[in-house]
């Protein structure tokens, strides 16, 4: 690429030598993903490095400020060899080719990551704490590009770029006015949370680098002033990374045991804020999928949609927004229920069959995802041991109550039409990369036969389909322990 008359290649050769004393022996193009910033690895001699052009100076200029303070202050940040900001070109420590993602993604078992990538997220959430509240001292936020903070209008770009970016160009049909109104009141309340930290804006595994085993941090040149909230989310809801659920639930304590070791926390105020950080992450990263896939026609960022959408059915699952945001709620839950944005890509997203018992008495067990897909049987047609007094104290998983009713053709003829009915849907969910699908037990008391279909189900989706199942009783939960 030529600036002026020269070219950026040009320019990085001649800085090179000027930081190293010895000539350019090779310069070889990298990839730079979704961002305008060109990158260049440059070797001579015994030296290797990185060379970058950049079409923004203060962009430059708040990476280059950021490096410093950081290196400064012992942060695993590449160390600055020089600069000429007049070109746009400066050189930087290589940390090699390894990003946490390529890293996570050659250490992944079944479950979630192996022994040594998990080590080297509870390596990075202490670092995390550091950056955010270390780091923020003594930097010079005047370099913060393009605002100081990330403050109610940053949030008001990030969800109109969500808006129309993502939601226009997916066919999501949503209500401007009413959303409008909504946005205005979701900024309103994260703005309320303590925000005198840094914000690193981008930290998610393709920026972390791993180099000889250690982790290293990069492309923070969009950080400024803001909650402690945003950064946990973007690494823990990072979608192609793909984290298990309850290992984030982990991470995240980890992180909060990091942050009150650096500063005083309210635990209680930060977890009131989180699931709003998480979310206007969620939809900041979707509003880049859309511009760089739906609008640039890049294909590969096609490829994280199914898997945010799968963060968000989680975060709807497990979150209550302490406001009333009707709209914003709806245009989530078509995201939640479009099979064709499910479909994008190559995602295989892992489906759980969530498995429940109940007693009628109680009422019907409502579907814990929201997504609103399976079914409930009814298993009062069936025999029933309850009014057998050698069963009535028992329970569907009690030995007794199973040979009762393994024994009875009225029961294998109804599990045998729910078997069938249950794996043409785990199979049509699997084609649609939905993540949960719901199915109920309903009898009497909630304690033999509903408990015992639900088992049976279970154990024929592990061994036949090797399906992920959770089962939950809920009248045995609810039920007094023996003593």
């Known amino acids: ?179 409008e109104k909504d946005f205005q009141r979701f900024a309103d309340f994260l703005i309320e949370a303590p925000a005198d930290y840094f914000l690193y804006r981008d930290f998610q595994s393709r920026n972390i680098m791993i180099k000889n085993g250690e982790p290293y941090f990069i492309d923070y040149q969009g950080g400024r002033k803001g909650a402690l909230q945003y950064d946990i989310a973007s690494l823990l809801f990072d979608a192609k990374a793909d984290l298990p659920f309850a290992l984030r639930e982990q991470l995240l304590k980890l992180y909060l045991e990091a942050v009150s070791e650096l500063t005083t926390l309210d635990v209680k105020k930060f977890l009131k804020y989180y699931p709003g950080f998480v979310l206007i992450r969620i939809m900041q990263a979707m509003g880049a999928y859309g511009l760089r896939g739906f609008h640039e026609r890049k294909s590969h960022f096609l490829q994280s949609i199914p898997y945010a959408i799968q963060n968000i059915e989680y975060l709807l699952r497990k979150y209550e927004l302490p406001i009333k945001a009707p709209e914003l709620m709806n245009v989530l839950q078509r995201l939640v229920g479009s099979t064709y944005l499910r479909q994008l890509g190559q995602a295989h997203l892992k489906l759980t069959v969530r498995i429940h018992s109940f007693s009628y008495k109680s009422g019907i067990a409502m579907d814990p995802t929201g997504h609103g897909g399976g079914y409930v049987f009814d298993c009062r047609a069936l025999p029933n041991p309850g009014r057998d007094p050698q069963y009535a104290a028992l329970t ?60 049976k189900l279970a154990r024929h989706l592990k061994e036949k389909l090797k399906v992920s199942v959770e089962v939950s009783h809920r009248e045995l939960a609810n039920k007094p322990k023996k003593a």
């Open 1 to 179: 690429m030529k600036t002026g008359q020269r070219t950026v290649e040009g320019d990085l050769k001649e800085l090179f030598e000027h930081c190293f004393k010895e000539p350019l022996g090779g310069i070889a193009a990298l990839s730079a993903d979704g961002s305008n910033r060109r990158y260049f690895r440059l070797t001579g001699g015994d030296q290797t490095a990185i060379g970058a052009w950049g079409p923004d100076p203060k962009e430059n200029a708040a990476f280059l400020g950021f490096s410093r303070h950081f290196k400064k202050i012992k942060l695993p940040v590449p160390e600055i060899y020089g600069e000429n900001a007049e070109r746009g070109v400066y050189i930087e420590e290589d940390l090699g080719d390894t990003t946490l993602f390529q890293f996570l993604s050659e250490n992944r078992a079944p479950e979630g990551p192996n022994k040594p990538a998990l080590e080297i997220y509870k390596q990075v959430i202490p670092i995390l704490a550091r950056f955010q509240i270390a780091g923020a001292k003594g930097l010079n936020h005047k370099l913060c590009y393009p605002r100081t903070d990330f403050d109610k209008q940053s949030m008001l770009w990030d969800m109109n770029h969500f808006k129309y970016y993502f939601l226009q160009l997916a066919g999501i049909v949503f209500h401007e006015e009413a959303l």
């Open 396 to 455: 569907g998983q009690d030995p007794e109550v199973i040979e009762f009713l393994d024994k009875e053709p009225a029961v294998k003829e109804f599990l045998s039409n729910v078997l069938a009915l249950v794996n043409r849907s785990v199979e049509n969910y699997r084609g649609r990369n939905f993540t949960d699908l719901s199915v109920a037990f309903g009898c009497t008391g909630g304690q033999h036969r509903s408990v015992y279909c639900a088992e």
